[in-house]
């Protein structure tokens, strides 16, 4: 039976989505690459947590809690010295793996650790795992897997709205035809990639009164196929073919204080080789710029004033019900302290424990 054909419910009121205290663990863009030089360290605010970042001697970035576990001063104030970072206030210096290598004071230094955290790039970013170890690659879709990409960087917003919020606007499929003006029926098909990834997909995609169709009709000739693919609920790589051309758009988000968002939009394709490859994505890149951009400009005003709510269900909405349910199942964290979220009931039942086990040792 198609899951597409059921009416929509929503009869528990989700957990993590679209709360302000709450993100899934995964990966999270930070800053793009260019914007860290070899030894140079820059200080990061990442879904609450207090950061330092630097780049050591042999290119690679490493990620650590900003602040000196001696005294607590900023990590970023410091001084990268090949692979590691001394901080500034009393010189001590810890390397990539976070342990402490040198105490100018002492002969020796004391068996203390810094906390780091997963980090690596790609797309032009650097990207930090907000977990102890990686339980999922860096965010793909499945045509640009393994394959190297060319990208450039599209509009960077911040909205007023949660990022969940954000990204399901792009399967919401009632304002493609009320808000785009593409006026045929949208019907998405869902395929869960992982626990972390789903795609949703349309092969009926069209509208001759759309801005966006009338720029790219001369490069196709059969049916539009769309799709999207997200990860940890707040990152979005929509995809576009038009017989052999292929568009990527990544709307990578990520959530500020008081449940705003943070997104950056990054133009992606296949790395072609020589000059007329070097051309032909130039093209490409400039023309996947403007169907993002083009993708989001008319719902921006709305993103600044919306207070999402979803009372009232039916069938049109039944792809947002079932990325809210996908999204439910995932790992939630809190905001700042990057903590596994607990339901309210195991709390309480986590205080009584401890309570009793405080009693009994009385």
Not at 111 to 130: D, N, R
Request: proline share 5%.
């Amino acid at each position: 039976m198609n899951v597409n054909s059921q009416p929509a419910s929503s009869k528990r009121k989700p957990k993590t989505f679209n709360n302000p205290e709450r993100f899934i663990e995964g990966w999270y863009w930070v800053i793009p690459s260019l914007n860290l030089e070899i030894g140079e360290v820059k200080p990061v605010n990442l879904l609450g947590r207090e950061l330092a970042i630097y780049r050591g001697k042999d290119r690679r970035v490493v990620t650590v809690d900003a602040y000196c576990p001696h005294m607590g001063a900023h990590l970023a104030e410091g001084q990268v010295e090949g692979n590691e970072l001394r901080c500034l206030f009393h010189h001590w210096k810890f390397n990539a793996q976070g342990i402490c290598v040198d105490i100018p004071c002492l002969d020796e230094s004391l068996p203390m650790k810094l906390k780091t955290w997963p980090t690596a790039e790609k797309y032009g970013m650097i990207w930090v795992w907000t977990g102890e170890y990686p339980q999922q690659p860096l965010p793909f879709i499945p045509e640009l897997e393994h394959k190297d990409c060319d990208v450039i960087f599209g509009p960077r917003l911040v909205m007023n709205c949660h990022p969940n919020v954000v990204g399901i606007n792009a399967i919401d499929a009632q304002h493609f035809n009320t808000v785009h003006k593409l006026l045929s029926e949208i019907i998405f098909e869902k395929d869960e990639l992982n626990q972390n990834a789903i795609i949703f997909s349309n092969t009926t995609y069209s509208g001759e009164d759309s801005f966006l169709i009338k720029l790219i009709r001369p490069f196709y000739k059969n049916p539009v196929t769309y799709s999207i693919c997200y990860w940890y609920g707040t990152i979005g790589i929509v995809t576009l073919s038009f017989d052999s051309l292929y568009i990527h758009v990544m709307f990578a988000m990520r959530l500020l204080e008081g449940g705003k968002t943070e997104a950056q939009t990054i133009a992606m394709t296949r790395k072609r080789q020589g000059i007329f490859g070097w051309l032909h994505n130039r093209v490409i890149l400039w023309l996947t710029k403007i169907v993002g951009k083009d993708f989001i400009k008319a719902d921006i005003r709305i993103f600044q004033t919306i207070q999402f709510d979803l009372k009232t269900p039916i069938k049109a909405d039944m792809s947002i019900m079932q990325f809210i349910n996908h999204l439910e199942r995932q790992k939630p964290l809190m905001w700042k302290t990057w903590k596994l979220a607990r339901s309210q009931d195991v709390e309480m039942k986590e205080k009584r424990e401890k309570w009793r086990d405080e009693l009994s040792n009385d």
